[in-house]
């Protein structure tokens, strides 16, 4: 999978190739401009959530953080993401608010096995839809709590009927997975995050028994550096001109909004195209 954080964003990813989108809220929270702690609500990624839906055909997975409270609070999500066609939701067993894993130096408490289970139970318990994915991710190896807890949570995470166990780590080698995966009875897929060691390649993380990797954060940052060199370039140069090959021509824009749908639909709904100005008044 690899991240996305509105509906261009993810239908790029989907124009590309892959099976399927994470919604990724570190994405998500810094397009928005704010910080990945829970400062945009749930009802603003909710809608964000719901571009992205409409702009794709392949399944979305939603980084559902915590799940913004109590099993109450991630069953109400749930509910909300089978309405809006999302496939799936991951939720972390860190505390409300979270904090962003891959920032260096800090703390994150995890919350106690139990409560965790209850809010994998209660979203399974509320799904309509047999086919809707609840991921459970254990941030044992972040809070550097270690391998066996990090099996004991998954198992227990497994048991309460999630459809696969995310294993986060933000070790710079593979070790933590690798050790994770020796140990896995495979009851249910892993999925990995490898922002951290993202040098190994995809086939040994297919050889240890990996089911899914998440490229979380690529083209957020992608937009970053060419959204920071236009700017510059446009204002250094007082003109974009020399910048023009960097940036893709209107045309494309209009296409990856769909305007040819809208066109074709015209043609069949509006009795003279031409003179249709949008809000149905003549020109
Ligand atoms: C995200 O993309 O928001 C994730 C992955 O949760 S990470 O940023 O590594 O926590
Ligand atoms: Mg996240």
């Not at 993202?198 to 954060?217: D, K, L, P, Y």
Request: charged share 25%; net charge negative; aromatic share 8%.
């Amino acid at each position: 999978m690899l991240g996305a954080h509105d509906g261009l964003s993810a239908r790029i990813v989907e124009e590309a190739g892959f099976k399927a989108i994470w919604a990724s809220g570190l994405s998500i929270s810094a397009s928005m401009g704010v910080r990945d702690s829970n400062e945009a609500s749930w009802t603003q990624v909710l809608e964000t959530v719901e571009f992205m839906s409409d702009a794709t055909s392949i399944p979305i997975l939603l980084d559902g953080d915590t799940g913004y409270g109590n099993f109450n609070n991630a069953r109400r999500l749930v509910s909300k993401l089978e309405q809006r066609n999302v496939a799936g939701v991951c939720f972390e067993d860190k505390t409300f608010p979270k904090t962003n894993s891959l920032i260096n130096n800090r703390n994150h408490d995890l919350v106690r096995i139990d409560d965790f289970v209850g809010k994998i139970r209660a979203s399974k318990d509320i799904q309509k839809d047999s086919d809707f994915c609840v991921v459970a991710r254990t941030e044992a190896f972040v809070a550097g709590l270690g391998l066996a807890e990090a099996l004991k949570r998954a198992k227990a995470y497994s048991n309460a009927g999630a459809d696969a166990i995310l294993v986060h780590s933000i070790h710079s080698t593979q070790m933590e997975i690798s050790s994770f995966m020796n140990e896995w009875d495979r009851r249910c897929p892993v999925i990995i995050v490898p922002t951290r060691y993202a040098s190994v390649h995809t086939s040994t993380f297919e050889q240890i028994g990996v089911s899914i990797i998440i490229w979380a954060n690529y083209l957020l940052r992608a937009s970053i550096k060419q959204m920071q060199k236009v700017a510059s370039d446009i204002f250094k140069c007082r003109t974009p001109q020399p910048t023009e090959s960097n940036i893709v021509s209107l045309d494309e824009v209009f296409r990856l909004q769909g305007l040819e749908e809208l066109l074709e639909a015209e043609k069949r709904y509006v009795l003279n195209p031409q003179n249709f100005s949008g809000d149905g008044s003549k020109r």
